[in-house]
């Protein structure tokens, strides 16, 4: 049998290590391993609740932003030489042609917090106009209860029974309507 010698030519076999020294190694580096397992899972954890965090703002600006384009609507609605007819554009809100000064009853167009664009759906009057706005977003919304009371539309869509076998009955940020109408003129 042949012997393994070093640079130095000593013998090197597992022999002649000391006692334990090899085992120690062994779990040294398992215990590393686990500690990086949970290193990595408690970053998913992390990654997961800040999400859920930035979900619920989304929700929460979009609520306030919707809230704003109905008192907008509303304004516009109940003012003016021609009061009780809705906006033609979404820019009336902005300066209304109605009036030979400027009157503004939105300072800016938002964009819509969940989707980052300036475009909304648009709920068209029946007597022409808009009535009102929506998020263009398919997703799924977390918050199903707890709306105001001037967001019936909104709980109403949020607590409507979906079908199990239908995904086109599946609750969407577009069910989110911010609607003016003219029996309820929020202040």
Same mark, same amino acid.
């Given at each position: ?26 779990? &040294? ?6 500690? /990086?397992?949970?290193?990595?899972? *408690?970053?998913? =954890? $992390?990654?997961? !609740? ?64 969940? &989707? ?6 648009? /709920?068209?009057?029946?007597?022409? *106009?808009?009535? =009102? $706005?929506?998020? !263009? ?51």
């Amino acid at each position: 049998m042949t012997e393994i010698t070093d640079a130095m030519g000593l013998p090197h076999s597992a022999a002649h290590a000391p006692a334990g020294i090899a085992g120690v190694a062994g779990f &040294t580096y398992i215990g590393m391993l686990m500690a /990086v397992v949970f290193v990595g899972l *408690g970053a998913v =954890g $992390v990654a997961r !609740l800040l999400a859920a965090v930035e979900r619920a703002e989304q929700e929460s600006d979009l609520l306030f932003v919707g809230h704003q384009f109905r008192q907008a609507i509303c304004s516009y609605l109940r003012t003016g030489p021609a009061a009780g007819k809705y906006p033609a554009t979404l820019d009336d809100l902005l300066q209304d042609p109605r009036y030979p000064t400027p009157r503004r009853h939105l300072r800016k167009l938002w964009t819509d917090p969940v &989707t980052g664009q300036a475009t909304w759906g648009l /709920v068209s009057a029946p007597e022409g *106009g808009i009535m =009102g $706005v929506y998020s !263009l977003s398919e997703r799924e919304p977390k918050k199903r209860a707890g709306f105001d009371p001037v967001d019936a539309d909104i709980a109403a869509a949020a607590s409507a029974p979906v079908a199990a076998s239908s995904a086109a009955n599946t609750y969407r940020y577009t069910d989110w309507k911010f609607i003016c109408r003219p029996t309820s003129f929020p202040r």
